[in-house]
Nanobody, 126 residues
Framework: VQLVESGGGLVQPGGSLRLSCQVS????????MAWFRQSPGNEREGIAG???????RYSESVEGRFTYSQSNAESALYLQMTDLKPEDTAMYFC?????????????????????WGQGTQVTVSS
């Protein structure tokens, strides 16, 4: 499976962006998916993980501002980001792991995923 992120850019504080992750090479429904981000000098941080395609686990840093969604028909997942803050500036990645257990926990631990996209840069600045 291959993952390609898009939609990043420069946005002012308080603004919004919608990131996309296009999945190819295998059906999206076979994988557990999540969004991560990483800023220079910091660890890669899990911010949104799908729980059995019905709900989402969010990190405290983005809860209430970011919304995860996915479309198996479009083979894509999305991250709607609102009320963006300068501290949201980072490279954003989607990640996947094959769903061999028949359920997705919404894990936000990077070690639980083994397929990564190349990332898309989000910069929040006035």
């Amino acid at each position: 499976v291959q993952l390609v992120e898009s939609g990043g850019g420069l946005v002012q504080p308080g603004g919004s962006l919608r990131l996309s992750c296009q999945v190819s090479g295998a059906p999206l429904g076979r994988y557990c998916m999540a969004w991560f981000r990483q800023s220079p000098g910091n660890e890669r941080e899990g911010i949104a993980g799908a729980i059995n395609y019905r709900s989402t686990r969010y990190s405290e840093s983005v809860e209430g501002r970011f919304t995860y969604s996915q479309s198996n028909a479009e083979s894509a997942l999305y991250l709607q980001m609102t009320d963006l803050k300068p501290e949201d500036t980072a490279m954003y990645f989607c990640a996947a792991v094959e769903n061999i257990r028949g359920s997705c926990s919404g894990s936000l631990r990077k070690y639980d995923y083994d397929v990564w996209g190349q990332g898309t840069q989000v910069t929040v600045s006035s």
